[in-house]
Antibody, heavy 120, light 108 residues
Framework: QVTLRESGPALVKPTQTLTLTCTFSGFSLSTSGMCVSWVRQPPGKALEWLALIDWDDDKYYSTSLKTRLTISKDTSKNQVVLTMTNMDPVDTATYYC????????????WGQGTLVTVSS | EIVMTQSPATLSVSPGERATLSCRASQSVSSNLAWYQQKPGQAPRLLIYGASTRATGIPARFSGSGSGTEFTLTISSLQSEDFAVYYCQQYNNWPPVTFGQGTKVEIK
């Protein structure tokens, strides 16, 4: 059974750096074809893809946010970490991690999400 | 970047009726199109991939069609648990993958 769970601060101040961790089970990110992505959703708004890391440690980022994002993995801990620098109130959102198979492109498994509020 | 446009933004439907949701891509995505259902406070759930293939455990009342730039999600007879927001997502030549802005299906 595949599960993913996001963790991180619920509140960050403007200009701070956000660090989120996705802890997963039921698959290994060292297995060929496995990928983990981050997707966010501001309150009442649509989903926005942020970043993806694959089994081969290749990393992909949203064009509009790439200068602020870093994605990494710790295969031994079954974790993927996303950092986002220079947080702003417009970054207030629920942040989801999700699993994707490289040869598919859609997200079969999602975490429950974690709400991050940016406020002073 | 491929832009996905969903219509309508809100669809008011009575239980038992058919709901038809549309998704348009700014350029061809072939059949690389997925649909998700999201209920309040929950993560999205994969309904359809490959434009028309139901994901595991998805009831047959959900069907997808289309290719290229025009796609449709049809719910043949709405049940109470189907009232939710629906998103389309393209994954042609990712990254990036892009989502539509969503269609809310509400009770009429």
């Amino acid at each position: 059974q595949v599960t993913l769970r996001e963790s991180g601060p619920a509140l960050v101040k403007p200009t701070q750096t956000l660090t989120l961790t996705c802890t997963f089970s039921g698959f290994s990110l060292s297995t060929s074809g496995m990928c983990v992505s981050w997707v966010r959703q501001p309150p009442g708004k649509a989903l926005e893809w942020l970043a993806l890391i694959d089994w081969d440690d290749d990393k992909y980022y949203s064009t509009s946010l790439k200068t602020r994002l870093t994605i990494s993995k710790d295969t031994s801990k079954n974790q993927v970490v996303l950092t986002m620098t220079n947080m702003d109130p417009v970054d207030t959102a629920t942040y989801y991690c999700a699993r994707m198979d490289y040869d598919k492109g859609y997200f079969q498994h999602w975490g429950q999400g974690t709400l991050v509020t940016v406020s002073s | 970047e491929i832009v996905m446009t969903q219509s309508p933004a809100t669809l008011s439907v009575s239980p038992g009726e058919r709901a038809t949701l549309s998704c348009r891509a700014s350029q061809s995505v072939s059949s690389n199109l997925a649909w998700y259902q999201q209920k309040p406070g929950q993560a999205p759930r994969l309904l359809i991939y490959g434009a028309s293939t139901r994901a595991t455990g998805i009831p047959a009342r959900f069907s997808g069609s289309g290719s290229g730039t025009e796609f449709t999600l049809t719910i043949s007879s709405l049940q109470s648990e189907d009232f939710a927001v629906y998103y389309c997502q393209q994954y042609n030549n990712w990254p990036p993958v892009t989502f539509g802005q969503g269609t809310k299906v509400e009770i009429k």
